[in-house]
Nanobody, 118 residues
Framework: QVQLVESGGGLVQAGGSLRLSCAAS????????MGWFRQAPGKEREFVAT????????RYADSVKGRFTISRDNAKKTVYLQMSSLKSEDTAVYYC???????????WGQGTQVTVSS
């Protein structure tokens, strides 16, 4: 099973961009579907984006569609979340997740904080 470590979070002004990375350990990264989720203060964790094992299939929450892009590099065992046109409502802890399918995410990273100032 893989272990996941997120990086790339930080403080950014509204309208700016950030790229999150999630590095996985283990030799079976390419067999996992991957996803990004987020949790804002006082709110439940919510879906942001998922990507299939080959990267051919992606899906996004309506709130980020057109602004965020999920991608993966199986050779580097890393999944990315490119975030653009950031809004204050994107402020949250962002979590990387892995699972056997995009509908089943059962492995989680520790999270990385993204704060968007208006």
């Amino acid at each position: 099973q893989v272990q996941l470590v997120e990086s790339g979070g930080g403080l950014v002004q509204a309208g700016g961009s950030l790229r999150l990375s999630c590095a996985a350990s283990g030799s079976t990264f390419s067999s996992y579907a991957m996803g990004w989720f987020r949790q804002a203060p006082g709110k439940e964790r919510e879906f942001v984006a998922t990507i299939t094992q080959t990267g051919a299939g992606t899906r996004y929450a309506d709130s980020v569609k057109g602004r965020f892009t999920i991608s993966r590099d199986n050779a580097k065992k890393t999944v990315y979340l490119q975030m653009s046109s950031l809004k204050s409502e994107d402020t949250a802890v962002y979590y990387c997740a892995a699972g056997p399918t995009v509908a089943i995410m059962n492995l989680w990273g520790q999270g990385t904080q993204v704060t968007v100032s208006s």
